[in-house]
Each structure stands twice: as structure tokens, then as C-alpha cells.
């Protein structure tokens, strides 16, 4: 411990804990769980009580489908449970292969590799690509995942302000010759903003560069682009973007993650990247479900266009209410800026008596002093829904 570090409170560790849970309450930051039951037709059951479920990320209104079931149950009948052991070791069976290779497809890449979530696909991956005498290059508000991620890299880390593509020329010019590799890491919608980068400029500063490009598409794959490939398909630049990453436990309706890239990749990474070697494969039932999915996420674009138009409504509502929201006119993800923690939760309680489950989202998801209620729209959502929870919004939340 530094010499003008002030000891930690001593004490047994309950007793220590209950006092950092106390302050965490008295900030507005402790968590609790909150148990819910029976989705469906946009709505969820809260101890009892049937809510409008702005909160989730089903957007495609997948998570309930039963011909996921269907595929599942398929696979768990046939196969078990777990398979016991890694991919590596007696793990690998040819529902995982099958997966990869949609995934693939989806992204415009030439292989995929599954992990079994999101957040250990970023984890294990960067630490993988970069480490020491290395440069990282991460947009500020990139998910924890990813900054996790660069931390366990050990590679030199800059935080690029967010979506800011003349700060980040500025770093690569000053910083990138002094550097051995250099990764440039966004994401392709921004989970707490519903705003995005314009990855076809970000990508061709990158290589003037000489920088790798890494795209995590968890809150974009499935909706955004003409065929739902995600941000790199909306912006041209699939099979450009060295290194794509998401989930499959938002608008695909299940769980787990990805990375994407070339077969090199791909290869290197089965080989490398820690949290896929010593990690459990994915339950077949799952990636079964998952693959399903995917493939009703693609002929099915009426969901597409289904959580596109209750966006569009409730954003127009909002707007002509005076709030100023960030992303497109479109955007899936809603966020109110309220500002306090506290406040962002009472109005969190007010929304839930009113009728309608909505995140209250705060440090350290978010900045300090930038709390705020995520709206998550899906297309299980009747319009009417869309029109009752924007009428209470605008009740309770008066625009600045």
C-alpha cells in the first residue's frame, strides 16, 4: 500500500461489506434482483404484476419464440445438457460448427468463433491481439467489456472521447509510431447512447494508419443494415473491419458470444484467446436455439422493420414533447438523460407504477452525472403499448 493510501476499514468482512453497501445507497448505486416471469406480446410479469417491458433487448422478439424452443429441445433430447469439457478438449460438436458458420455469413467474415457470452468473447480476445509495446485506441464509453478487455491487454490504452473521429486521427498521429501493433475498438450502436459511429470513416482512418479495426455489433447485429448484418453492413464495410464481435443474447434471443474475422483469426484465437480454451462449451441446446435464430432473423425482416417503426413513434412523440434524444430517428435504444442516480430510479418506481418496466441506468454504466432511463423498443411491441409508455414519459419526465 502507498504511503498516502488511507487503510482500508478494518473488521470482519460482513461487516466491512455492509458499510460499502451502505454508501453504495446512499449514492443511488446499489443493485438489487428483480425477478421476472412470462414474457410475451411485449409485456413481462413483475411479482405479480403484467408491465410493459421497455427493458429488455429482444429486440427481434425472439427470446420467446417457439420454434427456438422447438430447436432446443431437439438437441437437448438428442444431446444432454452440457458436454462436459472445453471446445478443445471432448467439447466440439457440429451444432457449434454449424453455428460459426451462420455467423459467419451474418457478418460478412470468413470464419466465427463462439464463446459463451459476449462479454468473455472481449475479454478474451483483445489480450489476445495486443499486449505490451501495443496500442489500443478504445472509444470512451465502449462497454465494460471491452475496456476490461484493454486492461488485461497490458497494452498502452487511450480513450478516444466518444464517436470522435478527428480525436482519434490526432492519436493516431502522436501516438501510433511509437508502437508496435495498434487497435482501434468501438462499437457498432452503443448500448447506453443508441448512437454509432460512421465505421466506413473510422475504418479508412485505421489503415491510413496502419491500425486494426475491432467492432463489437452485440446492440447492432440482427436490426441494423438492409439484411439486419449489423453496423458494418449498414456502413459498407463488412469484410473491412479486421475483428467483428457481438452476442447472441439480444435481438437473436438466447445467449452467448461471438468474434468474427479471417480464418487466420479464427485459428489464432481457438489457439490463444484464454477465456474460449479453458472455458466449458456452449450446451448444444443453446447454440441450436441460437442458430435457429439467426435464421429467422433473416427471413423474417418484418421484425426489422416492426422495432424500426415503434422507434421512429415513440422518438416523434418524445421530440415533439421537447426532448432532444441522441442516435437516429430510428434508433432502437431510447435514452432520457436525467442526470442524478437517485432521482433516475425514483423515476424508474414512477414508470413501474404507471405500468411499464424501463432501466434506470447509472454509474458505472454510465458516466457520472449522466444517469439516465434506457428505452429498449422490440417488435413485440403494439403500438398502442409504444403510445401509452410515451404519454406517461412525457408526464413524468419534463423535458430540460
Not at 77 to 100: F, I, K, M, S, Y
Not at 194 to 218: F, N
Amino acid at each position: 500500500m502507498d504511503a498516502g493510501t488511507p487503510p482500508l476499514p478494518a473488521g470482519s468482512l460482513d461487516d466491512v461489506l455492509a458499510a460499502e453497501l451502505q454508501l453504495l445507497e446512499s449514492a443511488g448505486l446499489r443493485r438489487v434482483l428483480r425477478p421476472v416471469q412470462q414474457r410475451r406480446g411485449g409485456t413481462v410479469q413483475v411479482q405479480g404484476d403484467r408491465l410493459g417491458d421497455f427493458a429488455s433487448n429482444d429486440y427481434l422478439a425472439l427470446a420467446t419464440d417457439a420454434r427456438l424452443a422447438r430447436a432446443a429441445s431437439a438437441v437437448l433430447q438428442a444431446e444432454g445438457v452440457g458436454v462436459g469439457a472445453t471446445r478443445l478438449g471432448a467439447g466440439h460438436q457440429p451444432v457449434h460448427a454449424a453455428l460459426e458458420r451462420a455467423l459467419a455469413e451474418r457478418t460478412g467474415t470468413a470464419q466465427a468463433l463462439l464463446f459463451p457470452s459476449g462479454y468473455l468473447a472481449n475479454v478474451g480476445t483483445i489480450p489476445a491481439l495486443v499486449g505490451p509495446g501495443d496500442l489500443v485506441l478504445c472509444d470512451a464509453l465502449a462497454h465494460a467489456s471491452l475496456l476490461d478487455g484493454c486492461r488485461l491487454s497490458r497494452a498502452t490504452v487511450a480513450l478516444v472521447p466518444h464517436a470522435n473521429l478527428a480525436a482519434l486521427e490526432q492519436r493516431l498521429r502522436e501516438l501510433r509510431p511509437h508502437h508496435h501493433r495498434a487497435l482501434v475498438l468501438t462499437e457498432g450502436l452503443f448500448a447506453m447512447d443508441g448512437d454509432a459511429p460512421s465505421l466506413d470513416r473510422l475504418v479508412a482512418l485505421a489503415r491510413a494508419h496502419d491500425a486494426w479495426t475491432y467492432v463489437d455489433e452485440s446492440h447492432a447485429l440482427g436490426v441494423l443494415g438492409p439484411t439486419g448484418g449489423g453496423a458494418t453492413e449498414q456502413h459498407g464495410v463488412q469484410g473491412r473491419v479486421d475483428v467483428v464481435a457481438g452476442t447472441l443474447g439480444k435481438a437473436l434471443g438466447t445467449a452467448g458470444g461471438f468474434v468474427a474475422g479471417s480464418a487466420t483469426l479464427v485459428e489464432y484465437l481457438t489457439s490463444t484467446a484464454r477465456t474460449f480454451v479453458f472455458t466449458t462449451a456452449t450446451p448444444p441446446a443453446l447454440a441450436a436455439a441460437a442458430l435457429e435464430a439467426l435464421r429467422l432473423a433473416q427471413v423474417e425482416g418484418w421484425r426489422r422493420d416492426a422495432v424500426r417503426a415503434r422507434a421512429r413513434q415513440l422518438r416523434a412523440r418524445l421530440a415533439d414533447g421537447g426532448h432532444a434524444l441522441a442516435g437516429p430517428a430510428d434508433g432502437h435504444i431510447v435514452p432520457l438523460l436525467v442526470g442524478d442516480p437517485m432521482r433516475t430510479m425514483q423515476l424508474a418506481a414512477t414508470l413501474r407504477r404507471s405500468g411499464f418496466l424501463v432501466s434506470g441506468v447509472r454509474p458505472p454504466t454510465v458516466p457520472p452525472g449522466t444517469s439516465r432511463l434506457r428505452v429498449s423498443l422490440s417488435a413485440a411491441h403494439p403500438p398502442e403499448l409504444v403510445e401509452a409508455l410515451a404519454a406517461t414519459l412525457l408526464a413524468a419526465v419534463p423535458a430540460p
